[in-house]
């Protein structure tokens, strides 16, 4: 008989916790997204009033389990 599974992949995916990123200063934010293994994209901000302005939504939740290296989606207070 002919085995047709799929391949094992050669690694295992590795997940992660997402940070709490609301309330933090947005240049923390991204910081704390990299730390985590994880990238934050502003999707509101054209400036960041250098860092200043804080994180008031994120998107996954804090908590969650992500791949390592997904998109962490932040909203930067005006």
Do not use: C, F, K, Y
């Not at 990238?39 to 960041?48: P, S």
């Not at 804080?54 to 939740?61: G, K």
């Amino acid at each position: 008989m002919i085995d047709v599974s799929p391949a094992p992949s050669a690694e295992p995916v590795r997940t992660v916790r997402v940070p709490e990123l609301v309330g933090v200063p947005a240049m923390d934010a991204h910081d704390r997204a990299l730390d985590a293994g994880l990238l934050a994209v502003a999707e509101n901000a054209t400036h960041t009033a250098g860092g200043r302005s804080l994180i008031h939504r994120q998107d996954p939740d804090p908590g969650a389990e992500v791949e390592h290296g997904a998109i962490v989606r932040i909203w930067v207070s005006a």
